[in-house]
């Protein structure tokens, strides 16, 4: 409600006064309580899984150091894999190049932090420097067999390309 103010010649807003009532609190959710009935939940979801707490403990630091490991990775190693692989796609084969031959490439673009060693026409080792150590990738006629830790030459044998394993649709369905 506006009323004038005659003593000021102005227009003031009237509100009426909240009554306190004293004795009577607020009710309020405080946050720690909901974190902590949040981590009692989880503990209790826990113990009911197939190895409790330390597995899903365990499978939280595996998840994680994959995070970082992933976070951690030169990019240019995806690249230069990208490359090999579509190279293999289109020819058949992965080219052996020398460092200057890749250099005037202008689709290798993955910089000098890639170390490529060829094996034969059928793969090759990518090499780079992450920031927990060097990791090598397997490339197999087309295939990124995924990442070793340390600097891993070519395997010996490609059927069974130790320390890289071949992923098949019944692994994978296995492991999820």
Known sequence: MVAPDPARGTVTDERP????R????RSSIRPLHVVGL??????????????????RIEDSSDTIRE?????TTDPGLKRAANYYNTRFRAEGSYPKMTAEEIREDPNAGWGIGVEV???SNQALVLQS???????????VTGQDLGDVE???GCPADLANPA??????????SSEG
């Open 17 to 20: 006064r909240r009554r306190r």
């Open 22 to 25: 004293y004795g009577h609190r």
């Open 38 to 55: 949040l981590l009692l939940g989880w503990l209790a979801w826990a113990m009911t899984t197939p190895g409790g707490v330390s597995a």
């Open 67 to 71: 995070w970082l490991w992933d976070a």
């Open 117 to 119: 060693n060829w094996c």
């Open 129 to 139: 420097l992450t920031g927990h150590g060097t990791i090598s990738r397997l490339l």
């Open 150 to 152: 340390g600097e891993v």
């Open 163 to 172: 320390p890289w394993q071949y992923h098949t649709a019944e692994a994978e």
